[in-house]
């Protein structure tokens, strides 16, 4: 069965810190990978698209990169409204569409 | 857009049918998909199917439970749900994962007797 691993499921940071957290497709997924934030009682937004794509509106500070099946998140600058959730996804391409396990982001 | 519609309290064992209405984009020539979030889980995602609903796909865990369809002419994609167990409780989400991804606000379902 196709997985995403995505780790780690948490981690704690102070602001201004570079953060990094990895997914891993059982797979080859080329680059159909998409990066999420989700708050807590919220919808995801999408944050990075085609594994290396910003999306518009999101703060430069958040860069993807990765091919296949091993693809990274970054946070240049960990900043307080950074707090949330980041969930990583195989995206249009035939299903399963699988997320990963999600990564818990707080401040030191 | 996408706006979902339809979650309940049900008791175990009941059934529920989700609906899922959108606009703003051609929706006759993307393939949908439902997701859900579990209380304090993760995203998980659910069924998908295509433009022409010739391909459908469901996760393990709700295959022969859970039926995905859609009416293009309405724009509308459904799920309906059977035999509900305490683990299918979560936020229902209807989503579309193209070149475009969009996400609707979710709908809960409860299920508890």
């Known amino acids: 069965d196709f997985q995403m691993t995505q780790s780690p499921s948490s981690l704690s940071a102070s602001v201004g810190d570079r953060v990094t957290i990895t997914c891993r497709a059982s797979q080859d997924i080329r680059n159909y990978l998409v990066w999420y934030q989700q708050r807590p009682g919220k919808v995801p937004t999408l944050l990075i698209y085609?594994?290396?794509k910003l999306q518009s509106g999101v703060p430069s500070r958040f860069s993807g990169s990765g091919f296949g099946t091993d693809f990274t998140l970054t946070i240049a600058g960990l900043q307080p409204e950074d707090v949330a959730t980041y969930y990583c996804?195989?995206?249009?391409?035939?299903?399963?569409?699988?997320f990963g396990g999600g990564t818990k982001v707080e401040i030191k | 857009q996408l706006m979902e519609s339809g979650g309940d309290l049900v008791k175990p064992g009941g059934s529920l049918r989700l609906s899922c209405s959108a606009s703003g984009f051609n929706f006759k020539i993307y393939s949908m998909n439902w997701v859900r979030q579990a209380p304090g889980k993760g995203l998980e995602w659910v069924a998908s199917i295509s433009s022409s609903s010739s391909a459908i796909n469901y996760i393990d865990s709700v295959k022969g439970r859970f039926t995905i369809s859609r009416d293009n002419a309405q724009n509308s994609l459904f799920l309906q749900m059977n035999n509900l167990r305490g683990e299918d409780a979560a936020i229902y989400y209807c989503a579309l994962f193209a070149g475009v991804i969009l996400w609707g606000q979710g709908t809960p379902v409860t299920v508890s007797s």
């Open positions: 996804q195989k995206y249009n391409s035939a299903p399963p569409l699988t």
């Open positions: 085609a594994a290396s």
